[in-house]
């Protein structure tokens, strides 16, 4: 695949498409390019290019997510000082709001464009989301080289970050993921058996017991004599625990407790079943309960008799009460009878009146309709009055605004020159201060990094664990991790030496033991038979003395032991001696990183105030492109966005029209206003026709009769119209009303006068005072007898009220008797619970022995386990996983093409050898960028410590075009074209030509598209000598302003 066109639009840096259009196709014979070298100075849109190129095709920017979080905050932070609803990342923030963002890609693969559009962004949100999750087409990546990846790779990535980045972006997630696993599965591993190792020494120290062994017989066998009725407690055995112990103490205690409060309890019931014969100061005694009973029957007897006499009284009150309201109601209906019959005599003057009334109405409102149609078109008239004041006025002014001007137009001209000029420096700034801040913000970061990783190393040095020595950022400590590391290889052999030695001292010292038993019994032998033949080894000797002394005397096996002794001690001394040393060197290295860490810490700061400076700068910037463009704008409303030209011809013709436009206005609104003047006079006329009509209704409205009517209505008919019927009907109702309660009062007074006569000898106060002195009498009695019955209910199922007192006697002691067995029975378990609770203290200690020795064995077993097996079967598979990593690296990164390529450049007189080393010693993979003397595989250096800008640049240029050279999509198919932004930074002239003879290979030899820019224009016109358009397939194109393509 190969790139034929690129369109862009209100994208970065190009706004209009016309001037981001580009065309590789030649002219000198209408193919397209294989090798397009772009040529723009800084600022003006090249990277913007590559960013829309990248965009189409994978839906991403690569750039922006390497250092997301920084690139995130940034945005962040432009958007809070901006203000701004919505934040424009990848659009224009200078195109206009109507022009459509986005970038259109021709290949040689399809007749039909890639095309990939920019839509606006929600309000409060940004057009790019900083998420690699939205990444399409990811092999599209390796073809394009940006400035940050030359520059980058080697120099910014540390090897754990370049491993990261390889994984993520070219390797086997999921097979990291599990190296990873596999790497804190180990870790949690050794940290297991540590604390078990830990664990198990306290546990040991805890195997000492000098107590009763026969403890848990005793306290089972109290337990057994408490649990025969009821089993309260469960059996105590050597596998209980603790909290077994503390369970049975709580249940004592809780059955302790139960026990108090039967015992309370029954004590509490005696002593109440002997108050209900005697009573208390809480309730009577029996015999005075039953003769409250007899009282409280015969109140309630006399109560029933006053209750009927009250009701008596009370309905004779009721009577009373209603004779007077029925009397009192008939008063109030007498009088409406008379007011309605006055009111229906006026209504023959009321019909006369009301009719004069009715006529002079319907003129007035004749009169009012013509007034309000002469009032509309009156109305009507002014606002066209209006209309032609206001264009006559806005036509003047239009005329003089036109001819100051056209009066002006010079001076407009050379503002407007002068405010794009301005403009165009200040975005030139711009672009010049956010490269600068880019580049603190690169160094921000890594120095971040740099301190946290001699941090974290100081913290591991701790504990045994060494950065190493490949890594970028521990090289400069190379020469003290080396010592260590030999150091640490050497204590090693050496305690491998000892243990070996102490071993081998063991088996002596039994084979010793051994030998002298032996050698006893042959002694013994010799001595029993008085031989002179050895029978250990059957050697004749002169006499049996000379025999025995030889055999008694034997110290070759001893010096041996000796020899094994003084070797240990020495094996002692030298590791004593390796251990010293490695803590001097330790301490050393300590103090440099810490020193390095300050100085560090210091640059960071330095780093951070000078990014707040510039982007203090930016923003400053920013604030005045967007005054600068503002008042562009004004300049360009001004003569209405035309040119000065366009304006003078247009300002000549509009004049024109305004005039007669000018004079036509004045004729209507002459004749406007003589038509209003005539209405206006009509108007007057009929008001005065009116005011006249409205006297005479005035007159008869205000006639007595007519208001008299009409207010009676209002106050008893709101809702009816006014007519006598009304009056007529009310009238009949009164009447029969009348008459209905004549006869009802008739009868309520035959009713009083028979109950007066009823209750003529009997008081109503004295009924009322005897029927409140009973009923509290009989409320009180009540109460006592309820409070006696509802104590002798807890004891007695039997009616209390009718129980002789003989037989509530004998059921009393009856219960009492009970009581007193429970209790005496309470007693004697407390007793037996108390001495339980004693034996149970001695338990503990005895438990605590049983219990360390069955955990010693379990952390033996599981120490055993976690070493033999699990860590065995970790560390292997774990060295599988590497070995593949490895592999994949290897086959990933072409070291025969990146070396070939590296040759034809030569950078350096003697490093000449890339190699790709993975370092997995650690927890945190490591990928080192290594580079070789030929043929000595032992001489090495990391080259960003040592190489130039330039010898950098060129290693990563060849890394790139190796892997580019073999990128190819998700179908396999090769990627012919190759994206290359300023490669050429720092490099000296040979390696500048080596550099192009290099690129007009691939592009020959490779049949590769080469799409490469550069702001370095005696480079660019090289390139038209070494690459001539009339030789080979290429084309030279540059930007001749900001985000404008050179037509």
């Known amino acids: 695949m190969k790139i034929k066109r690129v369109e862009i639009q209100a994208f970065r840096a190009y706004d209009k498409v016309e001037n981001g259009t580009f065309d590789f196709k030649r002219n000198e014979d209408g193919e397209y390019a294989d090798f397009i070298s772009l040529y723009a100075p800084n600022g003006f849109g090249k990277t913007s290019f590559y960013d829309a190129v990248e965009y189409s095709y994978t839906k991403n920017i690569d750039r922006f997510l390497k250092k997301d ?3 995130q905050e940034s945005a962040k932070s432009e958007k809070n000082i901006n203000n701004a609803d919505k934040q424009f990342i990848l659009r224009n923030r200078y195109s206009d709001s109507s022009l459509s963002s986005y970038v259109k890609l021709l290949t040689s693969n399809s007749d039909t464009s890639i095309v990939r559009d920019i839509p606006l962004p929600r309000k409060g949100t940004a057009d790019f989301k900083f998420d690699e999750k939205e990444t399409e087409n990811k092999y599209f990546r390796e073809v394009i080289l940006s400035q940050d990846w030359i520059s980058g ?138 003769e409250n009973i007899k009282n409280l029957n015969k109140s309630i007897e006399r109560q029933s008799l006053l209750v009927s006499f009250k009701k008596k009284f009370d309905d ?78 806005t036509s003047q002014s239009q005329i003089n605004d036109i001819n100051k001007i056209v009066t002006d137009l010079p001076e407009i001209k050379e503002r407007i020159l002068n405010t794009e000029s301005s403009v165009l420096e200040l975005k030139k700034n711009l672009e010049v201060k956010k490269v600068d801040l880019s580049k603190k913000s690169n160094l921000i970061k890594p120095t971040e990094d740099y301190i946290n990783d001699l941090k974290s190393a100081l913290s591991n040095l701790s504990n045994d664990i060494y950065p ?87 110290k070759l096996l001893s010096q041996r032991t000796n020899q094994l002794l003084n070797r240990r001690n020495e094996v002692e001394n030298i590791i004593n001696n ?154 009949k109702s009164l009447s029969d009303s009348l008459k209905e309660y004549s006869i009802k009062l008739d009868e309520l007074k ?102 360390s020795k069955r955990k010693e064995s379990e952390i033996k077993i599981r120490i055993k386990l976690l070493k033999d097996k699990v860590g065995k079967s970790l560390s292997e598979e774990i060295k599988k996983v590497s070995e593949h990593i490895e592999k994949q690296i290897k086959s990933f990164f072409y070291e025969e093409l990146i070396n070939d390529l590296y040759k034809r450049i030569d950078p350096h007189p003697e490093y000449k050898k890339v190699k ?36 950098l640049n060129i290693l990563s240029l060849c890394i790139f075009l190796a892997k580019a050279l073999n990128a190819k999509d998700d179908r396999d198919n090769a990627i012919d074209c190759i994206f290359v932004d300023d490669p050429i930074q720092s490099m000296d002239s040979i390696n500048i030509l080596s550099t192009i003879d290099l690129l007009r290979s691939i592009v020959v030899n490779q049949k590769k598209q080469i799409i490469l820019s550069t702001h370095d224009e005696n480079f660019h016109n090289l390139l038209k000598k070494k690459i001539p358009s009339d030789l080979f397939k290429s084309k030279f194109m540059e930007l001749e302003t900001f985000g404008k393509v050179r037509g």
């Open 916 to 951: 790709f080393i993975p370092d997995f010693k650690d927890s945190k993979p490591k990928l080192n960028v290594c580079v070789y003397k030929n043929n000595e595989e032992s001489d090495f250096i990391i080259p960003n410590l040592y190489f130039s800008q330039a010898q």
């Open 750 to 851: 035959g009713d009083i006068k028979v109950n007066e006569n009823d209750l003529i000898s009997i008081s109503e106060d004295s009924v009322k005072k005897e029927l409140e002195e009973l009923s509290n009498s009989i409320m009180t009695l009540s109460r006592v007898i309820e409070n006696y019955k509802s104590h002798s209910d807890k004891y007695i199922d039997l009616n209390v009220n009718e129980i002789k007192e003989e037989v509530f006697l004998d059921k009393i002691n009856d219960i009492k008797k009970s009581k007193e067995d429970k209790l005496s029975d309470y007693q004697n378990e407390r007793r037996e619970l108390s001495l339980l609770y004693q034996l149970k203290d001695n338990v503990l200690p005895y438990l605590k022995f049983e219990g």
């Open 153 to 290: 790779f080697l120099k910014e990535e540390k090897p754990e970050d370049r491993y990261k980045i390889f994984i993520e972006y070219f390797g086997d997630t999921e097979l990291d993921k599990y190296y990873n696993v596999l790497s804190q599965l180990i870790s949690l591993n050794d940290k297991e058996i540590k604390n078990l190792t830990s664990n198990l020494k306290g546990i040991q120290l805890e195997l000492k017991f000098e107590g009763d062994k026969d403890v848990l017989f005793k306290v089972n066998e109290k337990i057994n004599s408490l649990n025969e009725n009821v089993k309260f407690f469960n059996i105590i055995d050597s596998q209980s625990s603790e909290t077994d112990i503390l369970n049975l103490t709580n249940d004592i205690s809780e059955r302790l407790n139960n026990i108090e409060f039967e015992i309370t309890k029954n004590q509490n019931v005696i002593s109440e079943l002997d108050s209900l014969i005697i009573g208390t100061d809480d309730f009577v005694s029996f015999k005075q309960f039953t």
């Open 468 to 554: 190493s020595e490949f890594d970028i950022n521990f090289v400069k400590y190379s020469e003290l991790l080396k010592k260590i590391d030999d150091l640490k290889s050497k204590l090693n052999e050496e305690n491998g030496n000892l243990l070996l030695i102490k071993n081998e001292i063991i088996e002596q010292e039994k084979f010793q033991a051994e030998l002298d038993n032996f050698i006893s019994k042959g002694l013994s032998i010799i001595n029993d038979q008085k031989t002179d033949s050895c029978p250990l080894c059957n050697h004749d000797y002169e006499s049996y003395n000379i025999l025995a002394d030889k055999v008694a005397n034997n």
């Open 578 to 731: 390796i251990s010293e040393e490695q803590k001097k060197i330790i301490g050393k290295l300590t103090e440099t990183i810490k020193k390095d860490i300050s100085d560090s810490e210091l640059k960071l700061h330095d780093f951070k105030i000078q990014a707040l400076d510039i982007r203090k700068s930016i923003t400053e910037l920013e604030n005045e492109i967007d005054k600068e463009s503002n008042t562009l704008s004004n300049h360009r409303n001004l003569i209405s966005n035309k040119s000065v030209e366009e304006y003078g011809e247009w300002a000549k013709d509009h004049l024109k029209k305004l005039s007669a436009d000018f004079k036509s206005y004045q004729l209507d609104l002459t004749s406007i206003n003589d038509k209003l003047k005539t209405n206006q006079e009509q108007y007057k006329i009929i008001s005065q026709k009116i005011e006249l009509f409205a006297k005479d209704k005035k007159l008869f409205e205000d006639n007595n009769a007519l208001n008299e009517v009409r207010g009676f209505f209002l106050e008893n008919y709101p809702n009816l119209e006014i007519d006598s019927k009304y009056i007529n009907i009310d009238l």
């Open 69 to 71: 979080k920084l690139n």
């Open 316 to 393: 004779l009150a009721r009577k009373r009460t209603e004779r007077n309201s029925i009397q009192d109601y008939a008063k109030r209906l007498t009088s409406e009878k008379e007011r309605k019959e006055k009111i229906l005599n006026l209504f023959g003057k009321y019909n006369e009146v009301e009719n004069l009334r009715k006529n002079k109405d319907k003129e007035i409102k004749v009169a009012i309709l013509s007034q309000e149609s002469l009032n509309k078109e009156m109305s009507s008239q002014k606002i066209r009055q209006s209309e032609l004041e206001i264009q006559i006025s």
